[in-house]
DNA sequence: TTGTACGCGTTATCAT
DNA sequence: ATGATAACGCGTACAA
């Protein structure tokens, strides 16, 4: 059905190689100018698309690129990933890749699949998305990317071989206490995932550092958790006696909602006692309570980076150093209070934020 | 770098069409048992994988299906889509199929984009992510289905001769009044998007028709609105004057947000006075607050019911009907109540839901 | 039982 | 200025 240069040359009365070299503007014995138009023409005419197919087997280049998912069992983890993955998507498009998805259940299985499709041509390059910090899995990808292998990876990569894009965490937690101790408080909170993971322990570590520094007053009101009603239970009971922490950092959307619902409950609604930041990756603006602060790492920027540098190691062979994405501050603006109805979804304010060591 | 079946022959000592007739369990001229055996053990030393693009040429088929989705600038519906995308890819997957994902600012080049990436033989058939109703697309969309194209539409498609997957949109609003009925009260409010779109004015033309039919109190509560801000000062408004509503439902999770809000401000705290129930789109089990009813449209089962449509379609000739899906009601559990601290996320009961017409 | 030859659609080289 | 030809990797009809 799909017109060929096959089709266009008969119909045009030339041969194929010439309408090839027509399309492709390769000057190579000149063309008549007469037979050029015509030639165009009907290609216009027949809807000719060079075939993907043909091309990929003669450049020996799919054009195309692996976008491969942990699929997370985790729902929080869900409503974060497709900023990630339109970024990617729309990087790729600006230099005529395309994308393709696949998912693996666990970690095991993500180094064969690269591996596979690589091999059978599908891909060119892939970026995986990974949650965890492997360490098998970076030695595997490691092998890979010395048998020729393009690849990146989205997350706390903690092999710096491998090209990785992910949160700058010191400075997301440097920025949420400065934000808090710029405001004269002392006492924070810190509710974070447990340090068994390589991104926890990286967390809290630098947490330790910062909270040291700055001078806090932060050991009563630290708890390793992840869940929504985890948060929920662990604040209500730190509001329960004094002294309350005067700020609180929470990771994670779920994290930061439950943690507002124990304030509500305690009696502290936002903004009175107690204030609260949400960091992380938290594209969603509406998510939260007018006054609460957010810490956002975009995912459409750790999208748009990661898909940048596997088409820069497509391109030239250079070995870019892992990139550490550094958030915005801003803060969910008062509704009922300040705006009209009828307006559109939270302005917010935005801070100036910088990296800490 | 990759090995081909010419590296195969070359190495087992026989001819490239043997390796293919081996490797493809071909009884063609039968193989002996000792040849065959060093050719497969060959393949598997050399790592040998048949190359996609090759074979796409060969078959003409690519084993791709198109995602491509309308890039919606409205945050809400952003973290709706992953757990639909997901679907998709699970289910291509279990069918040897991959999944390419593009991205359109607007649907007027939709048609345009699916129609070239067919031609252009990247993919066998698309499905197409659609939030609008617009005419023109679907008018577009068929030409090209006449021409032989293959796909689906997720989204309200009126347009009954394409392939669609969505909402049941009576059923959701229909069992949504009905758990509320159940319980005695006839007071409801609804919020929903306006009626100058296609799925808004089905949505007002549902909940008219079931209101009526339930005999419900609905007039002086209902707003058509789509912003957590919006939902915000609508519903305080209607709490502050008597008679109040008894129950509220919303569509989306930014609405759903935007009247707990409102009501918690207003002294109604959810389960008290004013119920809630979130319909439409809304995978995320932690977003809502103990007590809400959710009646949410499963994306993963969107995705996988529109990923087997096409695959279907690929296969026989056959036009499946239009799927409407139905909407499971859950109720988010009371958390700091009922449940010990360190407990995992919401469980939610699962109640019956049936269709409306 | 195995090898030869052709075609899928493109691009590129080499003759004319 | 243009046409024949080879090659990319694979599958298959046909000849040996």
Redesign the pocket.
């Given at each position: 059905m799909?017109?060929?240069?096959?089709?266009?040359?008969r119909e045009a009365?030339?041969?194929?190689?010439?309408?090839?070299?027509v399309?492709?503007n390769?000057p190579?014995?000149?063309?008549?100018a007469?037979?050029?138009a015509r030639i165009l023409e009907t290609a216009h005419r027949l809807g000719?698309?060079?075939?993907a197919?043909?091309?990929a087997?003669?450049?020996?280049r799919s054009r195309v690129i692996l976008y491969l998912m942990l699929q997370p069992e985790d729902e929080h983890r869900q409503a974060l990933a497709e900023p990630v993955l339109g970024g990617a998507v729309a990087a790729c498009a600006g230099h005529e890749y395309r994308v393709l998805v696949e998912t693996v259940a666990t970690w095991e299985h993500a180094a064969e699949v690269v591996a596979d499709r690589l091999a059978?041509?599908v891909c060119d390059g892939a970026i995986l998305r990974v949650f965890d910090d492997p360490d098998p899995l970076w030695a595997r990808l490691w092998e890979l990317q010395k048998e020729g292998a393009t690849m990146v990876v989205i997350g706390q990569c903690s092999d710096d071989r491998l090209a990785s894009v992910a949160h700058d965490v010191p400075g997301m937690l440097g920025s949420a206490a400065e934000v808090f101790r710029s405001r004269g408080m002392s006492r924070l909170g810190l509710l974070a995932p447990p340090r068994n993971t390589r991104f926890g322990a990286l967390m809290w570590h630098a947490w330790e550092t910062v909270a040291e520094r700055m001078g806090l007053e932060w050991r009563p009101w630290t708890r390793a958790l992840t869940s929504r009603s985890q948060a929920e239970h662990t604040v209500y009971g730190w509001l329960q006696e004094l002294p309350r922490p005067e700020a609180l950092i929470c990771y994670g959307d779920p994290v930061g909602l439950g943690a507002g619902a124990a304030c509500r409950l305690a009696g502290h609604p936002v903004g009175s006692r107690v204030e609260r930041v949400v960091v992380g990756n938290a594209d969603l603006e509406w998510l939260h309570d007018p006054g609460v602060w957010r810490l956002p790492t975009s995912g459409l920027e750790v999208g748009r980076r990661a898909a940048e540098m596997v088409v820069q190691l497509l391109a030239r062979e250079t070995t870019p150093a892992p990139v550490r994405v550094l958030p915005e501050l801003t803060r969910v603006e008062s509704s009922l209070a300040a705006r009209p109805p009828g307006s559109q979804a939270a302005v917010t304010n935005r801070l100036p934020v910088r990296s800490f060591r």
């Amino acid at each position: 059905m799909a017109a060929t240069q096959k089709d266009i040359a008969r119909e045009a009365g030339v041969s194929q190689a010439v309408v090839s070299d027509v399309l492709q503007n390769h000057p190579r014995g000149r063309v008549s100018a007469a037979t050029r138009a015509r030639i165009l023409e009907t290609a216009h005419r027949l809807g000719y698309r060079p075939h993907a197919a043909a091309q990929a087997l003669r450049f020996r280049r799919s054009r195309v690129i692996l976008y491969l998912m942990l699929q997370p069992e985790d729902e929080h983890r869900q409503a974060l990933a497709e900023p990630v993955l339109g970024g990617a998507v729309a990087a790729c498009a600006g230099h005529e890749y395309r994308v393709l998805v696949e998912t693996v259940a666990t970690w095991e299985h993500a180094a064969e699949v690269v591996a596979d499709r690589l091999a059978a041509g599908v891909c060119d390059g892939a970026i995986l998305r990974v949650f965890d910090d492997p360490d098998p899995l970076w030695a595997r990808l490691w092998e890979l990317q010395k048998e020729g292998a393009t690849m990146v990876v989205i997350g706390q990569c903690s092999d710096d071989r491998l090209a990785s894009v992910a949160h700058d965490v010191p400075g997301m937690l440097g920025s949420a206490a400065e934000v808090f101790r710029s405001r004269g408080m002392s006492r924070l909170g810190l509710l974070a995932p447990p340090r068994n993971t390589r991104f926890g322990a990286l967390m809290w570590h630098a947490w330790e550092t910062v909270a040291e520094r700055m001078g806090l007053e932060w050991r009563p009101w630290t708890r390793a958790l992840t869940s929504r009603s985890q948060a929920e239970h662990t604040v209500y009971g730190w509001l329960q006696e004094l002294p309350r922490p005067e700020a609180l950092i929470c990771y994670g959307d779920p994290v930061g909602l439950g943690a507002g619902a124990a304030c509500r409950l305690a009696g502290h609604p936002v903004g009175s006692r107690v204030e609260r930041v949400v960091v992380g990756n938290a594209d969603l603006e509406w998510l939260h309570d007018p006054g609460v602060w957010r810490l956002p790492t975009s995912g459409l920027e750790v999208g748009r980076r990661a898909a940048e540098m596997v088409v820069q190691l497509l391109a030239r062979e250079t070995t870019p150093a892992p990139v550490r994405v550094l958030p915005e501050l801003t803060r969910v603006e008062s509704s009922l209070a300040a705006r009209p109805p009828g307006s559109q979804a939270a302005v917010t304010n935005r801070l100036p934020v910088r990296s800490f060591r």
